[in-house]
């Protein structure tokens, strides 16, 4: 099955950086998303991606989707304390046979004071 | 508009019973999928419904199940529990199948 790498696995930066963490695939997607996942919450929608080459913002958040189809990143500029989760990027491919989404296996995000 | 929704927020159960969740979508919404997140494993994708009909499946045994109803409300049932299907799971509702998912905040199984 299609399988996602996400790195890094865990980050530590001050407040006030910037940070920027992406995906990977083997395979190629049609659709890129990346969540925000707070302790005992389910994850939230961050930004949706579905054109190669799409650049979208949302606030301080940033997120592309690679040419190749097989990447994407997402930066978040100018960090503060609630911006502490862990991210994940998720894939869909709209081919035949279509599957749910594939997910990362998340980025930590820890921000110290 | 209230979101996803999904009941009961947290169970116990004993190997070999079984269990049914629910997950209300978002008014409007005309798709459930349901993923089963781990620590060792991640979000893994088990099924997806679409106006009652299963679309999508995930690599998941049989004892996992689902349906959709008219009114796009999802149950999942999982049979002879097994400890290793503690977990949380999610629902998500999106308008259609291709467009993007809002996840309910889980419900945390723990099978003992």
């Known amino acids: 099955g299609q399988q996602l790498n996400q790195s890094p696995q865990s980050m530590f930066i001050q407040e006030g950086e910037d940070v920027s963490m992406n995906c990977t695939s083997s395979s190629i997607f049609n659709t890129w998303l990346w969540y925000k996942q707070d302790p005992g919450e389910g994850p939230v929608l961050l930004i949706a991606?579905?054109?190669?080459?799409e650049l979208t913002s949302n606030g301080r958040l940033t997120a592309q989707f690679g040419i190749t189809r097989k990447d994407s990143f997402l930066n978040i500029s100018a960090s503060i304390p609630s911006d502490v989760g862990i991210y994940f990027c998720?894939?869909?491919?709209?081919?035949?046979?279509?599957?749910?989404?594939?997910f990362g296996k998340g980025t930590h995000l820890i921000i110290q004071p | 508009k209230a979101g996803v929704t999904q009941t009961p927020r947290y169970l116990i159960k004993t190997r070999g019973q079984q269990v049914t969740l629910s997950c209300s979508p978002i008014s409007g919404h005309r798709s459930v999928s349901w993923y089963q997140q781990t620590p060792g494993q991640g979000l893994q994708f088990l099924f997806e419904y679409f106006s009652e009909t299963q679309r999508n499946k995930g690599n998941f045994p049989g004892r996992f199940s689902g349906r959709q109803f008219s009114n796009s409300r999802s149950e999942m049932n999982v049979s002879t529990l097994e400890l290793g299907d503690s977990a949380l799971y999610l629902c998500a509702s999106s308008l259609g199948v291709w467009n993007e998912q809002f996840f309910g905040p889980g419900t945390r199984l723990t099978v003992l």
């Open positions: 991606l579905y054109k190669a080459g």
């Open positions: 998720a894939g869909r491919y709209s081919g035949g046979g279509a599957d749910g989404l594939t």
